[in-house]
C-alpha cells in the first residue's frame, strides 16, 4: 500500500519565489532611498572637505564608503517596512491576494516567505552591526582625522600614563586604535626614572594584545646614558611585550567617544566586565548592551506590521506615495517608544533587557492582531 508524500516545509514553492520576487524591488527602492536620505548630509561634508579643507578626493570617498555599513544597517528595517507595504498594495490591488484565497491558498501562506524574509533580514543586520559596522567605522575615524582633518585618528586623548616598578612613570603615545583587531597604530613609548629624567624610548609599527600583554611589532629601543643625554642604540627586536597601563578594552572606549552604540556586544561586554565604569555609565552601557540584540529583529516586526497596513491602505486608495507615507509614519512612531523605553531601561538596569525588547514585542502584537484580522475577511 502506498503512503501519502508529506510535502517538505523547507521547500521553496513557486509561491514563494513569487512573493520574494514581488518584495525584492520595492526593498531595492527603499533600500536605495533611505540610504540617500541618510547620505545626504555625507556627501556635503564630503564636498566641504574637498573644497575648504582642501583634503584628497580619494580619502573624501573613502571615508563616505566607510561609513555606508552603518547607514545599511539603519536602514534595511525601514526598506523593509516600505518593500512589504508597497508589495502588498499591489498584490491587493490587483485582486492577486483573493484570487489565491479562492485557489485554496490561506492568506498566513500567502505572507509566510514575506515574514521568513524579515526574520532572515534581521540576522543579517545583526551580523553587519557586529561584523562588519565597528571595523567600518574604525577606518572612517583613521581616515577622516589623518588624512582630511590631519589630526589624531584617535577622537580623544591618544597617551596611556602608568607607573613603572620601583619608581618613574611610562607614556605610550599611539596614532590610532583598531578596535576589530585590539591593535595600536604607530607606538612610541617613553620610559622615564624618578627624577622625570628619560631613561629609554621604543618605537614599534603597532601594539597587538594577547594573554594580557601588549607585544609591540618590530620594535626599535632607544636608551638614554650618560650626564648629557647621549643616546646609544640598544636594540631592534620583532616582537617585544610590554606593559601599557591599560587594556583594549578601556581603550576601546576612549576610542569611541565614551559612546557604546559606536561599538559591537563584544565590546560592551568587554568594557561592562572591566569594572572601571561609574554607575551612569554601566547603566548607559548595559541599555546599549541589549539595544543592540534587540533592534535587527525590527526587520522582522516591521515586515509583520506592514502587511495589515499595506491591504488597509489599498481599499483607501493606494499609492506608492501613500506607501512611503505610510511607511515613514510607522517607522517614526516605532523610533518613539523605543525612545521612551531606552530611557525606562537606562533608569531601570533591571529591567533593561525587557526595556529594550518592549518595542518590538508592542508592534508584533499589533500587527499579529491587525494580521488575524485581515485573513478573517
Not at 508524500?5 to 531595492?28: A, H, K
Not at 505572507?111 to 565597528?134: K, N
Not at 627586536?237 to 576601546?252: C, D
Not at 483607501?316 to 531606552?342: C, D, P, R, W
Request: a neutral charge; charged letters at 10%; aromatic letters at 10%.
Amino acid at each position: 500500500m502506498n503512503q501519502a508524500v508529506r510535502p517538505n516545509p523547507f521547500r521553496i514553492t513557486i509561491l514563494d519565489r513569487y512573493m520574494l520576487s514581488e518584495l525584492l524591488g520595492p526593498f531595492l527602492f527603499g533600500l536605495s532611498a533611505f540610504t540617500l536620505v541618510f547620505a545626504a548630509t555625507q556627501i556635503i561634508a564630503i564636498g566641504r572637505a574637498v573644497s575648504d579643507a582642501h583634503a584628497p578626493l580619494w580619502a573624501a570617498i573613502e571615508a563616505f564608503i566607510w561609513q555606508l555599513p552603518s547607514m545599511v544597517v539603519l536602514t534595511i528595517p525601514l526598506a523593509l517596512l516600505l518593500g512589504t507595504l508597497l508589495a502588498i498594495q499591489r498584490l491587493s490591488g490587483e485582486s492577486e491576494i483573493t484570487a489565491m484565497g479562492a485557489a485554496g491558498i490561506t492568506f498566513v501562506r500567502v505572507i509566510a516567505p514575506l515574514l521568513v524574509a524579515g526574520f532572515v533580514m534581521s540576522i543579517v543586520t545583526l551580523i553587519l552591526q557586529e561584523a562588519i559596522v565597528p571595523y567600518a567605522q574604525t577606518q572612517f575615524t583613521i581616515i577622516e582625522n589623518t588624512v582630511i582633518n590631519h589630526t589624531s585618528a584617535f577622537a580623544s586623548d591618544t597617551t596611556v600614563n602608568a607607573p613603572l616598578p620601583g619608581g618613574g612613570h611610562q607614556i605610550t603615545f599611539f596614532n590610532a586604535y583598531d578596535s576589530h583587531t585590539h591593535a595600536l597604530m604607530q607606538v612610541t613609548l617613553v620610559q622615564y626614572d624618578r627624577a622625570g629624567n628619560p631613561t629609554q624610548i621604543i618605537f614599534a609599527d603597532r601594539a597587538d594584545f594577547a594573554a594580557d600583554k601588549w607585544t609591540l611589532d618590530n620594535a626599535r629601543i632607544y636608551r638614554f646614558s650618560g650626564p648629557n643625554g647621549e643616546t646609544i642604540l640598544g636594540s631592534q627586536t620583532p616582537a617585544l611585550q610590554v606593559e601599557l597601563g591599560q587594556s583594549p578594552a578601556e581603550i576601546a572606549k576612549r576610542a569611541a567617544g565614551n559612546n557604546p552604540l559606536n561599538m559591537s556586544r563584544a565590546e560592551i561586554a568587554e568594557i561592562i566586565r572591566t569594572g572601571q565604569l561609574t554607575p551612569s555609565e554601566l547603566r548607559k552601557y548595559w541599555m546599549a548592551y541589549q539595544e543592540k540584540l534587540s533592534q535587527p529583529f525590527a526587520c522582522f516586526v516591521f515586515t509583520l506590521i506592514a502587511v495589515p497596513f499595506g491591504i488597509r491602505s489599498v481599499r483607501g486608495g493606494g499609492s506608492t506615495t501613500l506607501g512611503f507615507g505610510l511607511a515613514v509614519l510607522i517607522a517614526f512612531i516605532y523610533y518613539v517608544v523605543q525612545t521612551v523605553f531606552s530611557g525606562v531601561g537606562e533608569a531601570l538596569p533591571f529591567i533593561a533587557a525587557l526595556a529594550a525588547w518592549m518595542p518590538n514585542l508592542i508592534f508584533t502584537l499589533i500587527g499579529a492582531l491587525r494580521l488575524r484580522r485581515a485573513a478573517l475577511v
